[in-house]
């Protein structure tokens, strides 16, 4: 009879292990999925309030009580090529706004010549059209969006050939473009519109913003585009 109550007694103290190993594990995993948005005092503007750094049509884009938002489907294009960096944006859409935010393209006349990070109200009813996805590539790692209305914060990192986004304080994206090996296909084994691997994709060019978009044309609303030119 001892030796059964000390059996019993050492199962229990086991599985009462486990079950605290479990948790702490869960709590660890749950820190991990969270990251902090950067402090972006001193940061530059990803476009200036006259737009004198922008490649844009005059009228496609304009800034309303500093909102930028889109006026028709041109997209907003920087003057500058940027390789490694940090850029920091909020924004906010509209019911059935279709959007997103072009990393450094190779031609911006060629729009699958960039990545794109979706930037949807909910999906464009694509694979992998879902917002904070790398279109027709990679899916967010769960779906982080506010409702319509209110402001989201994406935190994009680029750096050779990895990329990474923050969505709303979680981490979304991280992936590696090297991963990315064959023409029109990810490594999934699902395929992609893209007429080059990833992998070959420029590393450096202009960012972009892509205009009204999508059959309801609705409007997005950016602020806070601020970038950091990573060495």
């Not at 006349?109 to 059209?129: C, F, P, R, W």
């Amino acid at each position: 009879m001892n030796y059964f109550l000390t059996s019993k007694q050492s199962v229990q103290r086991t599985v009462l292990a486990l079950a605290i190993s479990l948790a702490m594990c869960a709590v660890s995993c749950t820190q991990a999925a969270s990251k902090k948005h950067p402090d972006t005092k001193g940061w530059k503007d990803l476009f200036a309030a006259d737009f004198s750094n922008a490649q844009v049509k005059p009228g496609a884009w304009v800034f309303e009580k500093g909102e930028l938002v889109a006026k028709d489907h041109s997209t907003i294009w920087t003057k500058e090529s940027y390789g490694n960096f940090i850029l920091d944006l909020e924004f906010k859409v509209a019911k059935e706004a279709n959007s997103g935010v072009f990393l450094r393209a190779g031609d911006i006349k060629k729009v699958l010549s960039a990545l794109e990070i979706q930037v949807h109200e909910n999906t464009d009813g694509t694979k992998y059209g879902m917002v904070g996805a790398i279109y027709d590539a990679k899916p967010p790692s769960k779906n982080m969006a506010k409702p319509v209305g209110q402001w989201n914060h994406f935190t994009i990192t680029c750096r050779d050939s990895k990329v990474s986004l923050i969505f709303n304080g979680e981490e979304a994206l991280n992936v590696d473009l090297n991963d990315w090996k064959e023409v029109k296909q990810n490594p999934d084994g699902t395929p992609n519109k893209f007429p080059v691997a990833l992998k070959d994709f420029a590393r450096k060019g202009p960012i972009g913003l892509q205009g009204l978009h999508g059959k309801a044309e609705a409007p997005v609303w950016y602020r806070n585009l601020k970038i950091q030119v990573l060495d």
